[in-house]
């Protein structure tokens, strides 16, 4: 009997499936088109096509995990429940006042983000700590019974609460929590301390609200999915990714939606870094290019970078995430004239429908997929190995009235079209090296998704990156890299002191909380002892700064020679960010922090020895490729990549073709093969 282990990324084109068979230790990979209007039915039809190709009747899934694009297309598309706000007598405008920053500095036009809850649906009761957690204004537990009766009269979905300092005492959340569910038990009711105990009021009130928009989202998601993938045959509990690159179970993620907002790039990223690690690289910029966007972040000595307050959508979350840097640069992403008369592309999609003109499914503006089809660079009839036909006089049609206006050829509009969505995913890299202290030229860019080796060349030329690793199957990283994941989760714990020997007692406490909160997290999911790993940091900053760095805390028993070592390491953070150190400055520890890890049994990328037949073997044709570089259109050799072995070198111009995605290579520029069947494609040396 088989034994399965499913991986499955839910993007907005296409749904990704990748499988490992425990017992025979061989992986399967399959890709669907996406279900917008039901995410869930494309997971279930993909699973099933795949077992049903590769599998048995008698095969039994041991684990699965999803990554999924259901919170963030939420807040992008504004499909969230109707939320209720119970907040401190003086706060209710705090939601629409936020920081005072404009979107746009200089833009007069551009608005804020809409808050997620009107403002009659917000509603102060009286309640007041100070700073230290000292009772200023006892917490009015009539007022909170009243608000919440009127919300349920409102017809409100899901309540979140937020109190001015319950990050240092959440008392009186947790009353007033008890009080909303006493009167409306059936509705998702959520407060601060539980997802973001955290100072920041702004932040922190953003965050609890956007996990309360998304609670009933996210839940009715659940209840449709969860029975579909027990119906496969699942003997686990199953599981989705995290935004910190962690997996949780489905009660979690439905108690703690926000965690999700990231969840289906997080993946990829660390899919990314295991296969950097097998290549050799620990240094690396991951880039995924899917059908609607592209993700890029950093990964530092093997170790991915998490930011546990970003912007997403217009709306500031303070929850751990992997720093993962997204613009609107998809292989369905839209070209368009402004109204300059400039050509652009993106951050508009196609999706998946009707999705790229050369789909022939209705759509007729050209995305950068039809550009890539017009220049030969993809397959002119068919993708997904011929599960796909595309219509490449759609395509050129299209791209052809967008040059007439533009006074252009069709190959020069569509080269125009790649030029600019490369502009755009080297400005998106540039954020998270350059801006960060960075030199790009240090790292190797890991390019995956099902667009991501398609345009890696020209990306690595444009940033001088050294060389590029385009895995043995890029197009489902993500989807696999859920099979390379640990459970994972974090917890932390706002409380200022500065940094000095006074200090150690409130860190000691402060740390065994968290460790406890950990400890249970551990039991409810049923990990062994052995299997647990955890992680301190700490967020500091200079006395008067306004925002910290988080620092790595030292393994061992807190002493002196502890604050020696994170004095130094805030000092080389704050040299490489800033560019200066300021040693007469105090330094303040802000928020401490745990990530807690269950390690969980992943699966093996396989090595190969060297592949004894000729490299020619895998060419299977010839296809004209426009390409600016070689001065205009030349025949490039069509390599299979099924064929493609350990030691084989292959020099450009080449396209190198597979099922989940396309790999071009530049004239000067050589792949080679490795042992784990990743291309490492490098400069030729002239």
Not at 31 to 59: C, H, M, R, Y
Request: with cysteine; net charge negative.
């Amino acid at each position: 009997m088989s034994v399965w282990r499913v991986g499955v990324d839910s993007g907005g084109t296409f749904t990704d499936v990748c499988v490992l068979d425990e017992v025979e230790r061989k992986l399967y990979v399959w890709k669907v088109a996406s279900t917008p209007n039901d995410p869930s039915e494309a997971i279930a039809n993909g699973v099933q096509e795949l077992l049903a190709k590769f599998g048995s009747i008698d095969s039994e899934i041991a684990f699965f995990g999803h990554g999924t694009t259901v919170a963030t297309n939420a807040l992008i598309q504004r499909r969230c429940a109707r939320v209720g706000l119970i907040t401190t007598a003086g706060f209710r405008d705090l939601l629409e006042i936020g920081r005072q920053k404009r979107p746009s500095l200089y833009d007069l036009q551009c608005d804020k983000t809409e808050p997620l809850v009107a403002r009659r649906h917000r509603i102060e009761v009286a309640e007041r700590l100070r700073h230290d957690g000292r009772i200023e204004t006892a917490l009015d537990e009539g007022a909170v019974r009243t608000a919440t009766r009127k919300l349920r009269e409102e017809g409100v979905e899901a309540v979140a609460i937020t109190f001015l300092y319950a990050f240092v005492d959440p008392t009186h959340e947790r009353r007033a929590r008890e009080i909303v569910l006493e009167e409306m038990p059936d509705r998702f009711v959520t407060a601060s301390h539980e997802v973001a105990p955290e100072f920041r009021e702004y932040e922190r009130l953003s965050t609890v609200v956007v996990n309360a928009a998304l609670g009933p989202v996210m839940s009715s998601y659940i209840k449709r999915l969860k029975p579909r993938v027990m119906t496969l045959g699942l003997k686990g509990p199953p599981h989705i990714t995290q935004s910190n690159g962690g997996i949780i179970s489905f009660e979690d993620a439905a108690d703690h939606p926000v965690r999700t907002v990231l969840s289906g790039p997080s993946t990829g990223v660390i899919g990314a870094i295991r296969i950097g690690e097998l290549a050799g690289f620990s240094e690396l910029i991951t880039f995924d290019m899917g059908g609607t966007s592209t993700d890029v972040s950093l990964i530092e000595s093997g170790r991915p970078k998490l930011a546990s307050d970003m912007s997403v959508h217009g709306h500031p979350l303070k929850v751990p995430m992997l720093d993962i840097n997204t613009v609107g640069a998809g292989g369905g992403s839209i070209a368009y004239i402004d109204s300059g008369g400039l050509l652009k592309v993106g951050p508009r999609s196609a999706g998946a429908d009707p999705g790229p003109v050369c789909y022939g499914l209705g759509n007729q503006e050209p995305t950068v997929t039809d550009a890539n089809v017009a220049l030969g660079v993809l397959n002119p009839a068919q993708l997904l190995g011929g599960r796909m036909a595309i219509d490449r006089g759609l395509a050129t049609e299209a791209i052809g009235k967008l040059g007439d206006r533009l006074n252009l050829s069709v190959l020069d509009t569509a080269q125009g079209m790649i030029a600019i969505v490369t502009a755009n995913m080297a400005k998106a890299i540039r954020v998270i090296s350059v801006q960060r202290g960075y030199d790009p030229r240090d790292f190797t860019l890991v390019a995956f998704g099902g667009a991501g080796p398609i345009h890696a060349a020209r990306l690595a030329r444009e940033l001088e990156l050294p060389r590029i690793v385009v895995p043995h199957h890029p197009g489902i990283l993500c989807a696999m890299g859920l099979l390379l994941t640990d459970l994972q989760t974090n917890y932390a714990r706002t409380r200022m002191r500065p940094l000095g020997e006074e200090a150690l007692d409130v860190m000691e406490a402060t740390y065994a909380e968290l460790e406890a909160e950990a400890e249970a997290w551990f039991e409810r999911e049923g990990i062994e002892r052995t299997a647990r790993q955890l992680r301190r940091s700490v967020d500091m900053r200079y006395a008067g700064q306004n925002y910290e760095l988080d620092v790595a805390h030292p393994p061992g028993n807190l002493d002196s020679s502890t604050l020696k070592t994170l004095t130094r390491r805030f000092e080389d953070a704050h040299q490489r960010l800033y560019g200066y150190i300021a040693s007469e400055e105090p330094i303040q520890l802000v928020t401490f922090r745990l990530e807690a890890t269950g390690i969980v049994k992943k699966a093996d990328v396989p090595s190969h020895g060297p592949h004894s037949g000729d490299v020619s073997k895998a060419i299977f044709g010839m296809r004209d490729v426009f390409l600016p570089e070689a001065g205009g259109f030349v025949s490039c050799p069509l390599y299979d990549r099924e064929r493609l072995g350990h030691k084989h070198v292959i020099d450009g111009p080449a396209i190198i073709n597979q099922m989940d995605s396309t790999t071009l290579l530049l004239p000067r520029q050589r792949a080679r093969i490795d042992r784990f069947l990743n291309l490492i494609i490098e400069e030729a040396e002239r």
